[in-house]
């Protein structure tokens, strides 16, 4: 049965984010590694759960260690523990991804960067048929967790597509995410990864369409 998060990774966290030095950590460092196997332990259990219905390739735990070399913000370290899923296998695109923070627990997933090849692609299918994806992001449960497809997008029509296409607000999309948040307390529960799981799954009909954006052309042939 998988377990929820300790208390004590949150209090952790919550007295990083107070503390956020290099002195304050080392001196800490036994509490960051206890609640960094906390975290891994529920990111497991999560797995094995996704499992039940989904095939994922690998879990990766983000470093808690922050990239301060082009950044303002000069603090070290993440106030988040994070970790996201990769689905398994060229018929299985878009991922999941996990993060939890003193305050809060942030759940999202899809195709956060594509590249500028793939991006056309998914471009093409929407003009071509949307139908599928269009099923996908007005789904009832899906408008329920997440209510409506996110991501950053172009103020107008992108090149070579009319901006008064039918399709123009998917067009212009340049990432293809959902995203939820829940109070951070939520997770200490057991029964939370349930809720979690079902956010992941009522994803994976909008992965599908986009992933036969990717796959196949608009003759239904395979690129």
């Known amino acids: 049965m998988t ?4 208390s004590e990774t949150l ?8 503390n956020n030095d290099r002195d304050w950590f080392n001196e800490h ?32 735990i983000f470093r808690i260690y922050r990239d301060i070399r082009f950044s303002k913000d000069k603090t070290p370290y993440k106030t988040h523990f994070s970790a996201h899923f990769v689905r398994s296998g060229k018929f299985r695109r878009g991922g999941f991804y996990f993060q939890i923070s003193p305050e809060k627990v942030f759940v999202a997933g899809g ?27 007005n789904e009832s449960d ?5 209510g409506a497809l996110g991501g950053e997008e172009l103020k107008t029509a992108p090149r070579g597509y009319d901006k008064d296409h039918e399709e123009v607000d998917l067009l212009r999309k340049k990432q293809f995410v959902v995203s939820r948040e829940y109070p951070a307390k939520l997770a200490l529960n057991p029964g939370f990864v349930e809720e979690v799981v079902a ?20 003759n239904g042939q395979e690129r």
């Open 3 to 6: 377990t929820g998060i300790q």
């Open 11 to 18: 209090d952790f966290l919550q007295d990083l984010a107070l």
């Open 29 to 60: 460092k036994p509490l960051y590694r206890k609640g960094l196997e906390d975290f891994k332990a529920f990111i497991q259990g999560l797995k094995i759960q996704l499992m039940q219905f989904d095939e994922i390739e690998r879990s990766k």
């Open 111 to 137: 195709f956060w960067k594509p590249e500028r090849k793939d991006l056309e692609f998914i471009r093409q299918g929407i003009a071509a048929d949307s139908t599928e994806l269009r099923k996908a992001i």
């Open 142 to 146: 899906f408008k329920k967790r997440f």
């Open 199 to 218: 956010d992941y799954r009522s994803m994976i009909p909008m992965f599908t369409a986009i992933t036969d954006f990717l796959l196949f052309d608009g």
